[in-house]
Each structure stands twice: as C-alpha cells, then as structure tokens.
C-alpha cells in the first residue's frame, strides 16, 4: 500500500488504537489514486467506517467490516444490511446487474466478441443435436412417453426439416432482433424484452420494495418483504395459539 509508506516517510510510523489495530488513511477527496500528502487523513478505522457510510459508500465500508474486530454475528448483519442498501443504490443508479440498461452494455459486450451463447449457427447446430439425443434417449419432453402427442419420429422429423418449434423465428418489436424459438421470445423479449422501456419502470419499484424489512407483530423478529409476506403477520405461527399451545 504505497500511500501508507508516504505517510510514513512524513509522519513517521503509523500508531495503533487502544485496541492495537492501526490507524487508518482516508483520502479526503474520495479518489485513491490522488496519493499526494495533503490529500491523506489518519483516522480510526470505526471512523473511517462512518465517513464512508454517510458518504454512501456501501462498497468501502464492506471491506472496513472485515478489517474490524466484531462478533461474527454482528458482522454478518452489518455486511447483509450494507449488501443491501449497496444494491438498492445500484439499482436507482441503474448500474445493477438486475437493470436493464447494465445488462444491455453486457450482452451488448458479449454479442461483440462473439461469446454469447445465442449467436451464430454454432448455437442452432449445437441445439439440434442436442433435441437429437434427447430424442434417441426418450428424455425428450415431446418423445415417447413423455409426450403422446409428439412421437420420436415427428420430432426427428421436423428437426431435420427446421420446422420445429424452437426453430421459428420471432421478431421482437422493442430491440428489433429475430430470435429463434417461441420460448426464447417470451422467456427475453416482447413485453420482458430489456429494451422495453416499460420493463425497468415495473421492476426497480418492486426490486426496491422487497428490500424493505418488516418487524411481525406476533414473534417480534423483523424480516425481508416477501418472506414477511409469506410466513409472517397474519400467518405468523405466534398468532394461532389455543389456550397455551401453539398450533
């Protein structure tokens, strides 16, 4: 860490606090490339934690926890409740791996080097052999037993003919892409399609909504939305006693 050496050629050796852990070095305008003297602040490392959390830095302070000397349980509250904050950040920055815009930039990458796994006729040959197999097996959905339906040989047939279903082409209206297979669509686009500008404006809300923590009435313990949701409030196990049993 070469800006703890060029303080130390300044000042001297870095002391220690009164539970032997090192002082700390903030830089004061947030860049750790600026490591020029006037731009370093010697500071306890639970004040360095709290100049990072209330600058928002949720990263930072993720990385002082595992410097601190805490209980491992108390460090894994902190660490879960700061995940989270970081990712609601994330997510109304719209740098989150779950929004649009950022998964846009990565497939968009991918697409360029050719390393997506639905580009080119690799994919689809790779796709036909592979239904082939299933097919000789009898693990195909649609072969034997499994699919009255859609006998061995129909599949095989329409496989070989390019008639099958998962090699139909569907256009989608918000990215202009043509993609193969029905399931393939409506799995990535049309209404879920991530150039759909409606898509981000439904799910950053819920995204965020679900992060909320609510304390049950009943058992007193606070959980995530959903799980409050599901298990909790009225259907909180706490609330259903009969004289002195729980049901």
């Known amino acids: 860490m070469n800006y703890r050496k060029l303080w130390e050629s300044h000042n001297g050796p870095i002391p220690k606090d009164s539970e032997g852990r090192s002082l700390e070095i ?9 490591n020029v003297i006037e731009n370093f602040k010697l500071v306890t490392i639970q004040e360095h934690y709290n100049i990072h959390y209330q600058q928002g830095d949720y990263g930072a302070c993720l990385a002082i926890i595992m410097r601190m000397n805490v209980p491992v349980e108390v460090s894994k509250k902190m660490q879960s409740k700061l995940s989270k904050a970081l990712a609601a950040k994330r997510i109304a920055e719209g740098t989150h791996n779950f929004s649009a815009e950022f998964s846009k930039q990565i497939q ?9 796994n639905f580009q080119g006729e690799q994919g689809s040959r790779n796709a036909v052999q592979r239904n082939k197999k299933l097919v000789e097996l009898g693990k195909h959905p649609w072969a034997g037993e499994l699919g009255k339906k859609h006998s061995k040989d129909l599949t095989l047939q329409r496989i070989e003919k390019g008639t099958h279903n998962f090699l139909t082409e569907y256009k989608c209206k918000f990215c202009n892409r043509t ?9 990535w686009h049309g209404e879920r399609c991530k150039d759909n500008p409606n898509k981000l404006a439904r799910e950053i809300p819920k995204l965020v909504e679900n992060m909320k923590r609510v304390k049950c009435d009943h058992c007193g313990n606070i959980f995530q939305l959903p799980n409050y949701n599901r298990w909790h409030g009225d259907n909180c196990k706490s609330k259903k006693i009969k004289g002195d049993k729980i049901e």
């Not at 993609?179 to 799995?187: A, D």
């Open 108 to 116: 968009a990458q991918r697409l360029q080097d050719g390393t997506h």
């Open 179 to 187: 993609v193969k297979g029905e399931g393939n669509y409506k799995r």
């Open 26 to 34: 903030h830089h004061i305008d947030g860049n750790h490339e600026n």
